[in-house]
């Protein structure tokens, strides 16, 4: 099993604000090390969305945010849009493992 | 513009072995370190190995060591991985990503766009 903790899948309607949570361990989120979110499209590699526990990359939209508090990071989307539709994972390093390790990402789903 | 492009990927009987080669273009190849990452069928991505920007330093998740093998060629903007006795459980998408080091860890800033491995009898 993965070693960050996300929920299966998420869901909301057109213009409404989602969040995924990211569960860790001290030995990754919570010691201290970045969390980063990943967005999935079908067929296609994974691309950043969040680095830095709340930094977006250039192209992001602001209506996309992370955050990140003790040993778990959510990350939130507002204003759902149907191109929102995705799998989402958070990533981090592990101190114990001495390996990045990810979670077994959310699908989102707008309804 | 970044690009990474992997190739090398097909079926092989377990046992077997296969290299997967990544091509980069677009930034210094020589400045970054890479790694490769993997996924499953339906699952999350897995972290298999990083090579450092001279290639000095390795690391492997504990899936793959002892069987495979990163490298990279400065000289010819590539990376690569050496897969030896490969099992069932190697079957995956392997991606090929760059390293940004934050200071508070790393992470894959641009990824290839995979290429499928297939382990199978």
């Known amino acids: 099993q993965s070693v960050l903790t996300q929920p299966p899948s998420v869901s909301g309607a057109p213009g409404q604000r989602v969040t995924i949570s990211c569960t860790g361990s001290?030995?990754?989120?919570?010691?201290?090390?970045?969390v980063q979110w990943y967005q999935q499209l079908p067929g296609t590699a994974p691309k950043l969305l969040i680095y830095?526990?709340?930094n977006r990359p250039s192209g992001v939209p602001d209506r996309v945010s992370g955050s990140k508090s003790g040993t778990s990071a959510s990350l939130a989307i507002s204003g759902l849009q149907a191109e929102d539709e995705a799998d989402y994972f958070c990533?981090?390093?592990?101190?114990?493992?001495?390996?990045?390790?990810f979670g077994g990402g959310t699908k989102l789903t707008v309804l | 513009q970044v690009q990474l492009v992997e190739s090398g990927g097909g079926v092989v009987q377990p046992g077997r072995s296969l290299r997967l080669s990544c091509a980069a273009s677009?930034?210094?190849?020589?400045?970054?370190?890479v790694h490769w990452v993997r996924q499953a069928p339906g699952k999350g991505p897995e972290w298999v190995a990083v090579?450092?920007?001279?290639?000095?330093?390795?690391k492997y998740s504990d899936s793959v060591k002892g069987r495979f093998t990163v490298s990279r060629d400065n000289s010819k903007n590539t990376l690569y991985l050496q897969m030896n006795t490969l099992g069932v459980e190697d079957t995956a998408v392997y991606y090929c990503?760059?390293?940004?080091?934050?200071?508070?860890?790393?992470?894959?800033?641009?990824w290839g766009q995979g290429t499928l491995v297939t382990v199978s009898s």
């Open positions: 990503a760059r390293d940004l080091w934050t200071g508070r860890g790393s992470y894959f800033d641009y």
């Open positions: 677009g930034f210094t190849f020589s400045s970054h370190a």
């Open positions: 090579i450092s920007y001279d290639g000095n330093d390795k």
């Open positions: 001290s030995s990754n989120i919570g010691a201290s090390y970045d």
């Open positions: 830095g526990n709340r």
């Open positions: 990533q981090s390093y592990d101190s114990s493992l001495s390996a990045w390790v």
